[in-house]
């Protein structure tokens, strides 16, 4: 049961244009949504976050947009550069019960090649 | 102020050995996660621990598998009897405290563990 998705494995985009990755849920109880980039051996590093409560969080050239209803999230990067190549992945998690436990539910990851 | 520290970065146990792989958080934080990463997959969480304490194991294989955070000393997680399909990169995250909306994950870079 694959709760977070990120349909397409790789993405191309030339230097300087938009890069749009997409991921979808299907847990509703999901309250807070991140984006990682991962580079070969090593470990996923923290890109943005969005709460549930908003539908879209800015950080310099990185944008996340969140749509509920759709349960969908898209990460968009403006310009691209090539050391934005990467495998991203789209990560959510649930508040529960115990003790706020913040444990995250991953995509399978977007391969990221910016081409110059 | 060094980061998530896991050690070794790569791993190679025979069929039937014992692995054991060490993740010492951040500085400050008490809260560590593991995660397992197949290949051509997502980051799969495995267990969540605070100090002398596991909190959510729900990702751990039922047998096996085993995980510790001492008071004193990193955290430990533990492959019994290792097979082949417990290839895998293992991620140890630390955060500072958990709750609603606030995530202060940081990944070490992992331990690639190969089963020959």
């Known amino acids: 049961d694959q709760q977070v998705k990120q349909n397409s494995p790789s993405l191309s985009v030339q230097e300087g244009r938009i890069s749009i990755l997409n991921c979808d849920y299907t847990?509703?109880?999901?309250?807070?949504f991140l984006w990682y980039k991962k580079y070969p051996a090593e470990g996923p590093t923290f890109l943005i976050s969005?709460?549930?409560?908003?539908d879209k969080n800015e950080d310099g050239r990185f944008t996340v947009f969140l749509n509920k209803s759709a349960k969908h999230l898209s990460l968009h990067i403006v310009p691209s550069q090539p050391g934005d190549s990467a495998v991203y992945f789209c990560?959510?998690?649930?508040?529960?019960?115990?003790?706020?436990?913040?444990?995250?539910?991953f995509g399978q990851g977007t391969r990221l090649t910016i081409n110059p | 102020n060094a980061g998530v520290m896991q050690n070794p970065r790569h791993l190679v146990r025979r069929r039937g050995q014992e692995a054991r792989l060490r993740c010492s958080p951040m500085?400050?934080?008490?809260?560590v996660y593991w995660y397992r990463q197949l290949p051509e997959e997502g980051l799969k969480f495995m267990v969540y621990?605070?100090?002398?304490?596991?909190?959510?194991e729900s990702g751990m294989p039922k047998e096996r598998f085993s995980a510790e955070f001492p008071k004193e000393g990193p955290s430990i997680l533990r492959i019994q009897q290792v097979v082949r399909g417990d290839s895998a990169a293992y991620f140890c995250?630390?955060?500072?405290?958990?709750?609603?909306?606030?995530?202060?994950?940081?990944f070490g870079s992992g331990t690639r563990l190969t089963v020959v």
């Open positions: 990560a959510a998690s649930a508040a529960d019960g115990i003790q706020g436990a913040q444990k995250l539910v």
């Open positions: 621990l605070q100090k002398e304490n596991i909190i959510d």
């Open positions: 500085k400050g934080h008490s809260h």
């Open positions: 969005i709460s549930s409560i908003k």
């Open positions: 995250a630390s955060s500072r405290r958990t709750g609603t909306g606030t995530i202060g994950y940081t």
């Open positions: 847990n509703s109880m999901f309250d807070y």
